[in-house]
């Protein structure tokens, strides 16, 4: 088997979620509307999936919609609030447009419906953030103005784990009567991510990020926020998505959420713990040269974002047949094209080329790291 340090693409899935799915796929396989026992058996393990859900972001059951992943949910936070809108346009008679405000950080979950809501003719601004990876709360206040409706920022960095400081920025738009997305795709099950103490109203989760299944997801909407459904159908979700529900990963997602809520205070050190080890050991393999992007900022502990000098990190990897990874910036033909966070960040091209992001999790091990690292060094110095 080869390591695996590509947590943060996706997550195998966990023994105990597995567990728990397989009765929903074998035997007790009713739909959830029905009446009778299989349907009551179905509905129930729905709901107590939402009330997992619902416990790891400090929310309440009602307040959770279960959709197809991460980009489902960000695209009901988007296109569902500006579609409610429009609707009430429609029906009223009077014309209605709004302002969107986002980062240079965002992922494209986030970034395309925006760009879409944007086509309709409303207005989208895009904050950038400081060379950490880092959103300055005082440049979205500064973004916002009377018409603005919604701010959608990334919780956590998918490339260089950072952390953005959501609770100012919620601040800053209660103040204004604006609403709060994030994307909590990273954070959620690594560090603590509850709705009330970062002040947001909308939030989104994927389940193969928590070790749950891909193809699985959910959206907070805070009690209130009314938005229009993308799906239209018979009224699942409380009317909010359409469509009979997935119950085998729903309750797979209930599951990891649970573990990840039991997990989480001695997950996040040690996971830390491998990230900071891993660093260390190519730094003292490397040398100086070696940098770390968003090392000064807050970063997930399992997030590690290194630049390689004077090699091209797809080139790095592609020689170790060993070690499952990824990189940031796309090598053709002699260029460099960089990703929208490393532009973000202004990380220079020569150091963008050498970018390889290597991410732990809940079972990777100490010698596996190890391992990695010894790797990594060796490759680096046949490519010198």
């Not at 390591?3 to 943060?8: A, F, H």
């Not at 907070?220 to 926020?225: A, M, T």
């Not at 190519?282 to 502990?301: K, W």
Request: aromatic letters at 4%.
């Amino acid at each position: 088997m080869p390591i695996y340090l590509d947590y943060n693409a996706t997550t195998p899935i966990a023994p105990a979620v597995r567990e728990a799915m397989l009765p929903y796929l074998e035997t007790d396989f009713g739909n959830p509307s029905s009446s009778h026992r299989l349907g009551r058996t179905a509905q129930a393990a729905v709901q107590l999936a939402r009330g997992q859900v619902a416990d790891l972001l400090g929310a309440s059951p009602d307040e959770i919609v279960f959709t197809s992943g991460g980009t489902e949910a960000n695209n009901l936070a988007i296109k569902g609030l500006v579609l409610r809108v429009l609707e009430g346009t429609v029906l009223t008679g009077k014309p209605r447009s709004g302002h969107l405000v986002i980062s240079t950080l965002e992922h494209p979950a986030v970034v395309e419906p925006a760009r879409w809501v944007s086509r309709l003719g409303w207005q989208l601004s895009v904050v950038a953030c400081d060379r950490r990876g880092v959103v300055d709360p005082a440049a979205v206040e500064q973004a916002l103005r009377p018409d603005t409706l919604l701010v959608s920022i990334m919780h956590a960095n998918n490339e260089i784990g950072t952390i953005q400081p959501i609770a100012r920025i919620a601040d800053v738009c209660r103040r204004r009567g604006v609403l709060l997305h994030i994307d909590a795709a990273q954070s959620a099950g690594k560090v603590p991510v509850r709705v009330d103490e970062l002040g947001v109203d909308l939030l989104s989760i994927a389940g193969h990020k928590v070790y749950a299944p891909k193809g699985v997801g959910a959206l907070y909407v805070r009690r209130g926020v009314a938005l229009e459904p993308l799906l239209h159908g018979a009224g699942h979700e409380s009317g909010r998505r359409g469509g009979t529900e997935n119950v085998p990963y729903i309750v797979g997602l209930g599951r990891a959420a649970g573990l990840a809520a039991q997990e989480l205070p001695q997950a996040g050190p040690r996971m830390s713990g491998l990230r900071d080890r891993l660093a260390r050991r190519l730094s003292e393999g490397i040398g100086p040269l070696v940098t770390i992007n968003g090392e000064d900022a807050p970063r997930l502990p399992n997030t590690l974002s290194i630049n390689f000098p004077g090699v091209a990190g797809s080139e790095l990897l592609a020689g170790i047949d060993d070690l499952c990874a990824s990189t940031g910036a796309a090598c053709h033909a002699g260029e460099t094209r960089l990703s929208a966070t490393q532009q973000a960040i202004g990380l220079s091209p020569e150091a963008a080329r050498g970018t390889v992001r290597l991410s732990v999790g809940w079972y990777t091990r100490q010698d596996e790291v190890d391992r990695a690292a010894d790797l990594l060094i060796a490759a680096w110095a046949a490519r010198k």
